[in-house]
């Protein structure tokens, strides 16, 4: 086996026997071998011719073997006090041809052929006389070896390939061919040094030595003697140390004979087990007498640990390296007994199994014979133990306790473990009745919401009046409780346990009443501030927070989970946001629940009634727990930007909280009390840096912002803060002051204008108001007439259809009372009438536009303008009765934020403008109510005098023909149309 070092050792049962590797001395060896295939070309190229002086074998392809004189030997071969079978002698004959002496290496064999095991018999024989006959001299070059250590009476070859050790061997082979080889102690340094050996090593002799085509060397060595390194004399070009002969310590007493022959005899148990030991070299072992053969002969077949090999080495008596061999092949032949044990009884039964089966079991036995706990153990173990420290509900304990038993008798290998394991996994992970809330503290919770939020009382005080009943109703309960106890205890032998007000009881219906959250939704255009006011609730509670987006689900299993019957099925998103924040009473926000989706997957909204709905939501079942989960403490907020995408059942089960938008001034305290503080952190500021005055945040909001919410007042704000902290790091003076003036250098131009001044600037336009998702918006129609054979209205704008059917009744009620509106009789007759609704792009419906379409019609048949400092909004019957409509509080701040001041809105929305108006608001605003479309007009309609003028005309001439019908003049259109 070669290893990857530049002394590479090759396995020794496949050298060993070789002798044409080794010359005649130093073939000497007790352990059977076997002659490897990489030698059979050098032994064949050392039949060639090659000059005896040279000491080296070159390349097989071009180069002879040298052959060892036998004047260099130093152990002497004998056949001796043991038992032969067979004898195996190298001969050297020198011939001499044509005047130069030739040297070649004859193999005689005897009759009897030599069998595996007579090296170790001759070794037995010529132990002692090696030792009387071996010379040692005081200084020897030092060869490390990687991840090898050599014993004497072992045959080893080696490849070397560094040039250093290339040159210690050349050198060598010239000599005596001894050098002392030892182990490094580490295998990963390639030029080791003094301090990278260890100290003791044993003295070899080279025998045989032949280049390869690769560059590198191989060698053959037999081990000698055990020395030790005293102190290094040289460095360079190779090691070179002063060494001293360490003999073994031979004990000749009986224990030391026992401990040979048990050696011996878990030797042989070992080869029976192992396939990469020769059976010839066990029996060898049989006819080796000294323990110290033994000892050596066997450590050089079985496999160690690198620092058990030389520990051996080092040690002296040879009684305690028997002792040592002894401990280790019996702890091997246990491991290798019970492994063919398992093998044997499990053949039976594996089937269809894979090999990884029998190597699971194998460890498993091997685990339980140490006394250690297997994986699979240790993880049934560690859940059986979370299960019991759970607390879960009895339902979900039996059903943990039969899954956990499944999981017992299940192998690692089949699907259906890692689908029980994730199960269980789940179950001890949900916080069954773990909860966060503390005691409810109204007060605290009232600072909190006027710490984080500006204004919004109605949504202030429905949390708060929530907060009151629950801690009124726990108190209650508290005293309740404690009077039964008190009447209870005065009776005699009666045992009272302590009741917990706060520990949930599922099974009464009373505790599930105080227990029961309310599901808030707030409604409102983005930027309003809903998510940030969730984060608030809960840190008022005390509890734990989580945020859930639900736009654009489409599948029910997004909500109930999938079922367990398919691979990689998931729990739900609401119960893994329970295991997720760890407690059964967090508060968890359902953001965009009006863009749930639905197709052929499911409905998401119907899987949302069963969470969201508190007479069903404390017996909650996901697919994939099919256990019963109590919801009914978990405070559920969704938000929503309208309400008429969420279907009526999922929105009846939620108490709505509108929250429309912001006034100029409460975006002023919001941007100088929230958003400018903020934004002056981020961006790396210190509030004396920079001063914004209150004239610039208003000019912001007005000339750079035009929305319900804060949020591109937040971006303009934080846009002013980089613009002061660059002028900071460029060197500039501070504090930097921020005016009204200044605001178009930081913000560049001005973005919105009041418009509505500019754009009523004849008869036949109005502006109106209009609600969308993201507030209110002002919107002008515009009206013109032309003449055409047939009477039709025309309608652009991408108007809906509940918007077309306003313009067809405004354009029927002006018609059909066009007296009463001061308007000729066949006013229209003969015309088209075409409305338009500009801003074509987008899609535009709802009644709210009718009072506006009459206005529109009136202002152009009868050539008055309409007011450009007004506003209206309101639906129209064909009685001319104006309905009440929605959204006013959207609608009046979009009229002020474009600079209208008066608006005109139905009669019956005035209690709406005081409730949801703020004060501030009203009072700079001016606000006309109207029940009847006349109202409207006359409030909407400037006064023409020279319109007044014709109309006298024209009553002075029907006064002169009254009861005669007027021709088809149509002098007022005409009038209209050259207006």
């Given amino acids: 086996m070669e290893k990857k070092t530049d002394q590479h050792a090759v396995n ?113 024989a010529v132990a002692e006389e090696e030792e009387e006959k071996l010379s040692i001299p005081e200084i020897l070059p030092i060869l490390p070896l990687k991840d090898t250590v050599i014993y004497p009476f072992s045959v080893q070859p080696f490849a070397v390939g560094q040039e250093r050790y290339i040159r210690l061997i050349d050198d060598v082979m010239h000599g005596n061919r001894l050098v002392v080889l030892v182990a490094q102690k580490s295998p990963d340094i390639d030029h080791a040094g003094p301090d990278d050996i260890y100290r003791v090593g044993t003295v070899s002799r080279v025998g045989r030595m032949f280049r390869m085509p690769d560059g590198t060397v191989q060698i053959a060595v037999q081990g000698l003697e055990r020395v030790t390194i005293d102190e290094f004399t040289e460095e360079k070009p190779y090691l070179k140390a002063r060494i001293t002969a360490k003999p073994d310590t031979q004990e000749n007493d009986t224990e030391t004979e026992a401990l040979k022959r048990n050696v011996i005899s878990y030797f042989q148990r070992l080869v029976a087990l192992v396939q990469n030991v020769p059976e010839g070299v066990a029996a060898a072992t049989l006819n080796l007498e000294e323990p110290r053969q033994v000892v050596y002969v066997i450590a050089t077949f079985v496999q160690m640990e690198m620092e058990l090999r030389q520990k051996l080495l080092e040690l002296d008596s040879v009684r305690e390296k028997l002792v040592q061999l002894s401990t280790f092949l019996n702890h091997e032949l246990e491991v290798l007994e019970l492994g063919k044990k398992i093998q044997t009884s499990a053949q039976e039964e594996m089937g269809k199994v894979q090999r990884e ?12 014979e140490l006394g250690e706990e297997s994986e699979e153990q240790a993880t049934v173990n560690d859940l059986r133990r979370k299960i019991e420290e759970s607390k879960m509900p009895e339902e979900a304990f039996k059903e943990a306790q039969r899954e956990l038993s499944r999981l017992e008798k299940l192998p690692t290998v089949s699907p259906e473990y890692s689908i029980i394991r994730t199960y269980l996994e789940l179950l001890v992970s949900l916080p069954w009745t773990k909860g966060t809330a503390e005691k409810i503290d109204v007060t605290h919770a009232h600072e909190v919401l006027d710490q984080d939020h500006y204004d919004l009382q109605k949504i202030k005080e429905r949390i708060l009046e929530y907060l009151a009943v629950r801690r009124l109703k726990e108190d209650r309960l508290a005293e309740e409780q404690q009077r039964v106890r008190e009447e209870t205890s005065t009776e005699e032998g009666v045992e009272v346990d302590n009741i917990d007000p706060k520990l949930p009881l599922n099974e009464q219906e009373a505790k599930r009443s105080i227990n029961r959250e309310p599901i808030l939704c707030f409604v409102g255009p983005p930027g309003v501030g809903k998510t940030s006011l969730g984060q608030s609730i809960a840190r008022a509670l005390g509890r734990k927070f989580a945020r859930m987006s639900l736009g654009g689900i489409r599948d029910e299993a997004e909500i109930r989970g999938h079922r367990r019957t ?23 926000m ?30 909650f079942r996901d697919n994939y727990l099919d256990l019963p989960f109590d919801l009914s403490k978990v405070m559920f907020i969704a938000t929503a930007n309208a309400l008429e ?158 918007m077309k059917e306003s313009a067809m009744a405004a354009l029927s009620y002006v018609r059909s009372n066009a007296k ?14 075409h409305i338009h609704v ?42 001319g009765k104006v309905m009440p409509i929605g959204g006013i509080k959207e609608k009046v701040l979009a009229a002020y934020r474009s600079g209208i001041r008066t608006i005109i809105l139905p009669e019956k929305n005035r209690a709406d403008l005081l409730e949801d108006i703020p004060n501030e608001l009203r009072d700079q605003m001016t606000f006309h109510y109207a029940s009847d479309i006349s109202q409207v007009l006359a409030a909407a309609l400037e006064e023409d005098h020279s319109n007044h003028d014709h109309k006298d005309k024209d009553k002075a001439k029907g006064s002169e023909g009254e009861g005669e019908e007027r021709p088809r003049k149509r002098k007022g259109e005409k009038a209209a149309a050259k207006a």
């Avoid at 050298?15 to 059979?40: C, G, H, I, M, W």
């Avoid at 089966?357 to 339980?368: D, M, T, V």
């Avoid at 691979?567 to 968890?588: C, E, F, H, K, S």
Wanted: charged share 30%; with cysteine.
């Fill in 590 to 619: 359902l953001d965009e629940v009006d863009k749930v989706g639905a197709d052929w997957r499911g409905d998401p909204s119907s899987a949302l009634l069963e969470v969201l709905d508190p007479e069903q939501n404390y017996n």
């Fill in 357 to 368: 089966y029998l190597l699971r079991e194998q460890l498993k036995a091997i685990q339980r």
């Fill in 645 to 802: 995408p969420i279907p009526a059942p999922l929105r009846d089960r939620m108490e709505i909280l509108e929250l429309s938008g912001y006034t100029e001034e409460q975006k002023l305290h919001i941007a100088l009390n929230y958003l400018l503080p903020k934004q002056i952190e981020s961006n790396g500021l210190k509030k004396a840096e920079l001063n914004v005055d209150d004239a610039a945040i208003r000019r912001v909001i007005r000339d750079y912002t035009r929305e319900a919410g804060v949020r591109n007042l937040e971006r303009q704000i934080g846009s002013l803060c980089r613009k002061a902290a660059r002028q900071i790091s460029e060197g500039h003076e501070t504090p930097i002051d921020v005016t009204s003036e200044k605001v178009t250098d930081f913000l560049g131009r001005q973005r919105f204008f009041d418009e509505s001044a500019e754009r009523i600037d004849r008869p036949g336009i109005a502006t109106g108001l209009a609600w969308t998702a993201v507030g209110g918006e002002i919107m002008f129609i515009e009206a013109a007439t032309m003449p055409g054979k047939e009477e039709r209205l025309i309608l652009t704008g991408q108007l809906g259809d509940v």
């Fill in 566 to 588: 398919y691979i990689g099925a998931m729990p739900g998103r609401i119960i893994q946001t329970l295991r997720r924040v760890g407690a059964n009473d967090p508060v968890i």
């Fill in 838 to 879: 500009p801003a074509g792009a987008i899609p535009k419906d709802g009644p709210s536009a009718g009072v506006t379409m009459i206005t529109v019609l009136v202002s152009l048949a009868s050539g008055r303008k309409v007011r450009s400092d007004l506003a209206m909004t309101g639906e129209i019957t064909l009685r």
């Fill in 12 to 124: 020794p049962q496949e050298v060993l026997a070789q002798p044409e590797l080794l010359d005649e001395e130093a073939s000497v060896t007790n352990e059977p071998q076997q002659v490897p295939e990489p030698a059979k070309e050098p032994a064949e190229a050392s039949e060639q011719p090659e000059d005896s002086t040279e000491a080296e074998v070159e390349t097989v392809a071009d180069k002879t073997d040298p052959t060892a004189e036998t004047n260099d030997a130093t152990v002497t071969e004998k056949a001796g006090k043991t038992k032969k079978t067979g004898k195996t002698k190298k001969t050297e004959k020198t011939e001499k041809t044509n005047g130069t002496d030739e040297t070649a290496t004859v193999h005689v064999t005897d009759k009897d052929k030599a069998d595996e095991t007579e090296q170790a018999e001759e070794g037995q």
């Fill in 820 to 833: 009463t509106l001061g308007l000729s009789a066949n006013v229209f007759e003969g015309q088209n009438v």
